[in-house]
């Protein structure tokens, strides 16, 4: 996720409870460990805070006024903006139940008040990872289709020009087999005329000779 508020390396922190001191406790945790923490009270805020400048993670209460955490996480998860952005509950609520139905709504995590330090630290960080390892392999995966697209766009290119230079050698063959023959009637012709030319006059003088012969016998 992008988020246009200056950020540490560990990442941007959606808060959202309607209790003010676990606001300001976990607020405060976060902040000590690097975190850029947006703290807001209750659902609505924190859908307007998400899709104005979206997060890179969303620690969600459960229990609150108006919009409760699974209304939130479920509209989250169906904006185009929001959608990707991991969700963990962190709520009172122990039931199994509530805990499938967190999941189900689209949660990635569920913590159980009262929480440990460590474990809300552990988790954080491993789903803040685990987004990250997969916007880098949906980048990957963007690089290698269009390494693809070009790689069968030249191929395109080079079976074309492949084609397009056996049909220029079969042209080439089938203009020699055509000039052979012609080139043989040609030569045939121009011998003919030059013993046409040659022995014209010769032809000539003999047939004057034998029509001479021929009348001095009658």
């Not at 609505?44 to 955490?69: R, T, Y």
């Not at 690089?143 to 492949?162: G, N, P, V």
């Not at 034998?210 to 009658?218: A, H, N, T, Y």
Request: hydrophobic share 40%; net charge negative; with cysteine.
């Amino acid at each position: 996720m992008t988020s246009n508020l200056p950020k540490t390396n560990k990442g941007n922190i959606l808060v959202v409870d309607d209790t003010p001191e676990n606001l300001r406790l976990l607020s405060g945790i976060l902040s000590e460990k690097g975190y850029q923490v947006r703290p807001v009270p209750n659902g609505k805020l924190a859908l307007s805070a998400a899709q104005n400048i979206p997060p890179d993670l969303v620690l969600l209460d459960i229990m609150m006024p108006e919009i409760d955490g699974y209304e939130v996480c479920q509209q989250l998860k169906a904006s185009e903006v929001t959608k990707n952005i991991p969700v963990i509950f962190i709520s009172a609520i122990n039931d199994v139940m509530d805990k499938v139905k967190a999941f189900d709504v689209g949660g990635v995590d569920y913590i159980t008040k009262p929480f440990q330090v460590e474990e809300v630290l552990a988790r954080i960080e491993t789903h803040l990872k685990i987004c990250s390892l997969q916007n880098s392999l949906q980048e990957k995966n963007q690089d290698l289709a269009t390494a693809i697209d070009q790689l069968q766009a030249t191929q395109e290119h080079l079976i074309q020009s492949e084609k397009m230079a056996a049909l220029g050698q079969l042209i080439a063959g089938i203009a020699h087999e055509i000039n052979t023959p012609l080139g043989i009637i040609g030569s045939s012709i121009d011998n003919i005329a030059n013993f046409w030319e040659n022995s014209y006059e010769d032809f000539l003088e003999f047939s004057k000779n034998f029509l001479q012969k021929v009348k001095s016998i009658f």
